[in-house]
């Protein structure tokens, strides 16, 4: 028994260290104006469980809901990893230090790092709600 708790207690710690999601709640506006929604994950190479379901179900979530404006390209998903140099300039841009799943539509942006961390592998429905609800309202 003592060992299983242990266990459990180095798993945690593992995920806890390996997963640094960042989790600020910030919506900013802009005077940029543009009609393209653009959802971005950004991610480290070493990632966890979740950090591949909440890519995996962000990007399943915005084909499945809005197939007609992906294919026209109004409607974007990225999944970027901050380890590259190629994906610096948009994180700086976008102020993204840590994991991130992004909403942005001109100078708008939705942070749902939160959600995508607490929905992506137990309820990604409610992922999918969070994510139209977000790009719905921009």
């Known amino acids: 028994m003592k060992q299983l708790l242990s266990l459990g207690i180095a798993l945690i710690m593992m995920l806890g260290m390996s997963c640094n999601a960042q989790t600020s709640k910030k919506q900013t506006s802009g005077t940029n104006v543009s009609s393209k929604v653009e959802v971005y994950y950004f991610h480290?190479?070493?990632?966890?469980?979740?950090?591949?379901s909440v890519?995996?179900?962000?990007k399943k979530a915005v084909e499945t809901l809005y197939p007609e404006q992906v294919k026209k390209g109004t409607v974007t998903f990225q999944a970027l990893n901050l380890d590259d140099d190629s994906s610096?300039?948009?994180a700086e841009k976008l102020q993204v230090s840590g994991q991130s799943l992004l909403v942005?539509?001109?100078?708008?942006?939705?942070?749902?790092?939160?959600?995508?961390?607490?929905?992506?592998t137990s309820s990604p429905e409610k992922l999918q709600a969070e994510i139209k609800k977000a790009i719905d309202n921009l």
Do not use: N
Not at 104 to 115: A, N
């Open 88 to 90: 610096k300039k948009i």
């Open 55 to 58: 890519e995996a179900e962000s």
């Open 104 to 120: 942005v539509k001109g100078g708008k942006q939705v942070d749902l790092t939160d959600k995508g961390f607490m929905y992506a």
């Open 44 to 52: 480290f190479t070493r990632r966890c469980h979740t950090c591949e």
